[in-house]
């Protein structure tokens, strides 16, 4: 198993980005630094279920990439996401994308807050294929893009 560096140092010379999911509080500076010493920056999204986490790395790069993760919408996840947003950053709201909380008014809400939608744990071609296409990002244990666009080329 390779360590945090020994990954964003692969990721960098493979021109790979990085979704990155710190589990803990307490280690923002030593993730940032990390980061910056491999010039990933731009080709991270720092992503939490824990806002404390995401928080603290937005004091120290506001204008990094975030993704807030919930199981729910909730207007207060929300809230959260617009204090992360700045003119030149993306910040995503991450929601489980069988939760029933994934209404028109939840996608209504983050459009107009300029928050794009992120959906985990869609882990077959066919329910990325039905996902609304206000979704920016999908987070999968094993879904392979080649496997939807075949797919998905196949019902058309």
């Not at 010379?13 to 979704?19: D, E, K, V």
């Not at 990933?40 to 204008?63: D, G, K, R, W, Y």
Request: proline share 2%.
């Amino acid at each position: 198993i390779c360590t945090l560096e020994e990954c964003i140092a692969f990721c960098r010379n493979a021109g790979i980005g990085i979704l990155l999911e710190p589990k803990v509080t307490g280690h923002a500076t030593e993730i940032v630094n990390l980061v910056k010493k491999y010039g990933m920056l731009e080709h991270v999204i720092f992503n939490a279920f824990n806002s404390t986490i995401v928080t603290q790395i937005a004091e120290l790069v506001p204008n990094a990439n975030y993704t807030l993760t919930r199981t729910a919408y909730s207007v207060d996840t929300l809230n959260i996401c617009i204090g992360l947003k700045t003119e030149t950053n993306k910040v995503y709201f991450a929601i489980d994308y069988t939760s029933e909380t994934l209404d028109q008014n939840a996608i209504n809400a983050m459009i107009n807050a300029d928050i794009n939608l992120a959906v985990y744990t869609v882990n077959s071609a066919s329910a990325i294929v039905n996902l609304n296409p206000y979704v920016s990002m999908v987070i999968s244990n094993n879904l392979v893009a080649g496997d939807v666009i075949v797919n998905n080329a196949l019902m058309t």
